[in-house]
């Protein structure tokens, strides 16, 4: 897990790096034309002359103002693995709408659509998983730590899931820290989502013709996230 986040802090910081290379531009002009240069006070203009050079540094476009005050709208995929064998897998289709309230800070709501591959039914291992759906609804806080069209950023989101199962299996406190960079309009990150269980999962694993009584109070995956924001000063 430390080469995984060590590995992405690197590149975040390559990119940040990257997008803070400008470019000079030479721009080639005629005394004749109106040009709104300043020329040296003895270049006159006649048929003969020769172009003048002016050498003018140019804003990588990368760098160029990309948040302002406004809404913002992000639409995600993300794909979760469990962090143990009785967590489940998980696919996630979530979005988040809230306000940009300056170059960083960004606050807003959102709802997600989540489909748990759960490998455990009725307690007892089964050999066909089954697909239970999850409604995440949750408070989204977000800092981009610059005002860059490259930059990293971290997430914290907030809030309540409901399942559709029977047993109201994965319903409980919602948790979802992230990190990432913003590369355009598209956000790459990775975080952990977690659940605190309303009504803990009674499983019984049978292992080496052992049988174990287990409760489950948490539900935890890793995940890795793409998404995709409307908004802002594009």
């Not at 709408?97 to 291992?125: P, S, T, V």
Request: glycine content about 6%.
């Amino acid at each position: 897990m430390k080469k995984i986040f060590f590995t992405i802090f690197c590149v975040i910081l390559s990119l940040n790096v990257f997008s803070q290379i400008d470019d000079d531009v030479e721009i080639i002009s005629s005394p004749s034309e109106e040009s709104t240069f300043d020329y040296p006070k003895n270049n006159f203009a006649t048929p003969n002359s020769k172009p003048v050079i002016v050498r003018q540094k140019r804003k990588n476009p990368l760098l160029s103002p990309l948040l302002t005050r406004g809404w913002r709208l992000f639409a995600e995929f993300a794909i979760e693995k469990g962090f143990d064998d009785y967590s489940c897998n998980v696919i996630d289709f979530s979005m988040s709408l809230g306000w940009q309230f300056n170059k960083c800070f960004y606050a807003g709501i959102g709802i997600g659509e989540e489909a748990y591959i759960d490998h455990w039914k009725l307690g007892y291992y089964a050999s066909e998983a089954r697909c239970v759906l999850v409604l995440p609804l949750f408070a989204d806080v977000r800092y981009d730590f610059f005002n860059k069209k490259i930059t990293p950023f971290v997430d914290f989101r907030i809030g309540y899931a409901a399942s559709d199962d029977d047993y109201n299996t994965f319903s409980g406190l919602y948790l979802c820290p992230s990190i990432g960079a913003r590369l355009w309009k598209f956000n790459l990150s990775v975080g952990t989502e977690n659940l605190k269980l309303d009504n803990p999962r009674l499983l019984v694993d049978i292992t080496n013709n052992q049988i174990q009584l287990v409760e489950l109070y948490f539900q935890q995956t890793f995940f890795v996230k793409l998404s995709y924001e409307f908004g802002g000063n594009f």
